[in-house]
């Protein structure tokens, strides 16, 4: 049972990452082994295409949390931060504590909940 989790959140990671618009020679899409097993959650629907934004998908969101703070992802969804667009990553550390992360995406910056 375990083994085809494993093996299904491989197989949605690499979707991800291919499905990805700047895959090919992007420097910011996770390689895979770090991208699953994580959950995408659709959250704010709002235009991003006309908005200038720094962060501009949850894979992006994810690096921009982890450089921050160790741990893994579990979750990456879509909401409002401080009023702008943004990302909530929830994160597990190694001691079995579970946190949420929101990363601005009109700045990039991140804090933790």
């Known amino acids: 049972m375990q083994r ?10 690499l979707m991800l990452v291919i499905s ?3 895959f090919a020679g992007a420097s910011h899409v996770l390689p895979l082994s ?4 994580f ?3 659709p959250g704010l629907k709002d235009n991003r295409q006309s908005n200038n934004l ?6 992006q969101a994810i690096q921009i949390a982890k450089r ?6 579990l979750k990456v969804q879509s909401s409002s931060v401080n009023g702008h667009p ?3 990553v929830k994160l597990l550390t190694n001691d079995g504590v579970i946190f949420y992360v929101s990363v601005d995406a009109t ?3 991140v804090r933790r909940n």
């Open 4 to 13: 085809m989790f494993k093996l299904k959140a491989t197989l949605l990671g």
């Open 20 to 22: 990805s618009p700047s």
């Open 34 to 37: 770090s991208a699953a097993p």
């Open 39 to 41: 959950e995408l959650v």
């Open 54 to 59: 720094v962060v501009t998908s949850a894979q």
């Open 68 to 73: 921050s703070y160790s741990g893994k992802v």
């Open 86 to 88: 943004g990302y909530r």
């Open 107 to 109: 700045n990039g910056s």
